[in-house]
Nanobody, 121 residues
Framework: QVRLVESGGGSVQAGGSLRLSCAASGSTSHSTYMAWFRQTPGKEREGVAS???????SYAASVKGRFTISKDNALNTLYLQMNSLKPEDTAVYYC???????????????WGQGTQVTVSS
């Protein structure tokens, strides 16, 4: 079992930055692969970025060049640095973990509770 707790969401103006954190506890083998997703009302959950234990990263086209995913393996904490934020980045952001590399697919077994990010124009 893995417990994921996100933090760092908030409100920011367009062009600003935020850093999200996701602290993982429990089985480290089940958090080998981790990712960030986001969701807005009425839309499907969208994969934003993923990372594996070797540091290999994947990004959605909509955030590439603006967002950076990283992981501190010693702390078992996942981060998402979000720069040049746009109003369309407004969403609830979730972190996810699994022992299978789902990349940006929603099939991850473990999910956090989500943190709201609001970007105003």
């Amino acid at each position: 079992q893995v417990r994921l707790v996100e933090s760092g969401g908030g409100s920011v103006q367009a062009g600003g930055s935020l850093r999200l954190s996701c602290a993982a506890s429990g089985s480290t083998s089940h958090s080998t692969y981790m990712a960030w997703f986001r969701q807005t009302p009425g839309k499907e959950r969208e994969g934003v970025a993923s990372i594996d234990s070797f540091g290999s990263r994947s990004y959605a086209a909509s955030v590439k060049g603006r967002f950076t995913i990283s992981k501190d393996n010693a702390l078992n904490t996942l981060y998402l640095q979000m720069n040049s934020l746009k109003p369309e980045d407004t969403a609830v952001y979730y972190c996810a973990a699994d022992r299978i590399n789902w990349l940006l697919n929603w099939r991850y077994n473990y999910w956090g509770q989500g943190t709201q990010v609001t970007v105003s124009s």
